[in-house]
């Protein structure tokens, strides 16, 4: 199993970016994908995450509104649309993948994550 995560880089406050992470090796569209990122001295956090079917999506409360997750099960591709940027955005971000433990609207609180990317670094300059 392969992910490849992409689109980090440099952007103004403000700004918007767009990641993406390409799966291989899984039934991607069997798979919850999470996003979570890790910024210097702190813990890992989620950042948000979406069903197998695109159905339905978790957001940690620092990025509501401002953040979108989003799937293509076809191209076996999450993405995660980030706007309004913050410097407190500035991180490595990570894609994961895991199967819920049951298909059904309680996925989200039962997840453990099997495969992780290699990150890719998002720096927000004030």
């Known amino acids: 199993v392969q992910l490849q995560a992409s689109g980090g880089g440099l952007v103004q406050a403000g700004g918007s970016l767009r990641l993406s992470c390409a799966a291989s090796?899984?039934?991607?569209?069997?798979?919850?994908m999470g996003w979570f990122r890790q910024a210097p001295g702190k813990e890992r956090e989620e950042v948000a995450s979406?069903?197998?079917?695109?159905?339905?999506?978790y957001y940690a409360d620092s990025v509501k509104g401002r953040f979108t997750v989003s799937r293509d099960n076809a191209q076996n591709t999450v993405y995660l649309q980030m706007t309004s940027l913050k410097a407190e955005d500035t991180a490595v971000y990570y894609c994961?993948?895991?199967?819920?433990?049951?298909?059904?609207?309680?996925?989200?609180?039962?997840?453990?994550?099997?495969?992780w990317g290699q990150g890719t670094q998002v720096t927000v300059s004030s």
């Open positions: 994961a993948a895991g199967l819920p433990l049951r298909f059904d609207s309680s996925w989200h609180g039962k997840m453990k994550y099997d495969y």
């Open positions: 090796g899984l039934t991607f569209s069997v798979y919850v």
């Open positions: 979406i069903g197998w079917n695109g159905a339905s999506s």
